[in-house]
T-cell receptor, first 115, second 116 residues
Framework: AQKVTQAQTEISVVEKEDVTLDCVYE???????LFWYKQPPSGELVFLIR??????QNEISGRYSWNFQKSTSSFNFTITASQVVDSAVYFC????????????FGGGTRLMVKP | DAGVIQSPRHEVTEMGQEVTLRCKPI?????LFWYRQTMMRGLELLIY????????DSGMPEDRFSAKMPNASFSTLKIQPSEPRDSAVYFC??????????????FGPGTRLLVL
């Protein structure tokens, strides 16, 4: 069975600090996909990134970066120079197998960025 | 392009009433998902459709819940009769068939349901 753990339920930082959100996953499949979604205070779920299990390259998009390490079953998300607008709940999710459409979400990490 | 559209955005009803939530997926997407979000249980998949056919409904909590997808551009999630414990945010998501193997799900804004 697949499982996603986000051990940090809540993180508070001051603007311009860097922050890393942890995500640890469990799966028996060799083919799987990992996702990060953002849920701002307005409530919608916004897709941020998708990685497949065959691609361990880290990815950077502006102030956002992701570190995928199969050896530790982790897919961590770092925000550099955080801003107040980054305040949201961030969810990590996992989908197993080929054409695996069912997402299992972690419990989410609430990030509060204070001015 | 328009994203996933859900209606209503907010619904307040009394216990025992029927509730119908509606979803219009992104045009061209062939998979549709219904999720429920609560403080206690987080985000849970209720049911998903592929090409309008229900594939997995193991997450549907009980017989009071039913979902339909009569065509590629419309789905409903119905609760009858509703109970206070059904209060939650219900999300609809759809995914794009154009990507090999794995399809990214794009979410609607959600329907916030309160059952009194």
């Amino acid at each position: 069975a697949q499982k996603v753990t986000q051990a940090q339920t809540e993180i508070s930082v001051v603007e311009k600090e860097d922050v890393t959100l942890d995500c640890v996953y469990e799966t028996r499949d060799t083919t799987y996909y990992l996702f990060w979604y953002k849920q701002p205070p307005s409530g919608e779920l916004v897709f941020l990134i998708r990685r497949n299990s065959f691609d361990e390259q880290n990815e950077i998009s502006g102030r956002y970066s992701w570190n995928f390490q199969k050896s530790t079953s982790s897919f961590n998300f770092t925000i550099t120079a955080s801003q107040v607008v980054d305040s949201a709940v961030y969810f990590c999710a996992l989908s197993e197998g080929l054409a695996g459409n069912m997402l299992t979400f972690g419990g989410g990490t609430r990030l509060m960025v204070k001015p | 392009d328009a994203g996933v559209i859900q209606s209503p955005r907010h619904e307040v009803t009394e216990m025992g009433q029927e509730v119908t939530l509606r979803c219009k997926p992104i045009s061209g997407h062939n998979s549709l998902f219904w999720y429920r979000q609560t403080m206690m249980r987080g985000l849970e998949l209720l049911i998903y459709f592929n090409n309008n056919v229900p594939i997995d409904d193991s997450g549907m909590p009980e017989d009071r819940f039913s979902a339909k997808m009569p065509n590629a551009s419309f789905s409903t999630l119905k609760i009858q009769p509703s109970e206070p414990r059904d209060s939650a945010v219900y999300f609809c998501a759809s995914s794009d068939p154009g990507e090999l193997y794995q399809e990214t799900q794009y979410f609607g804004p959600g329907t916030r349901l309160l059952v009194l």
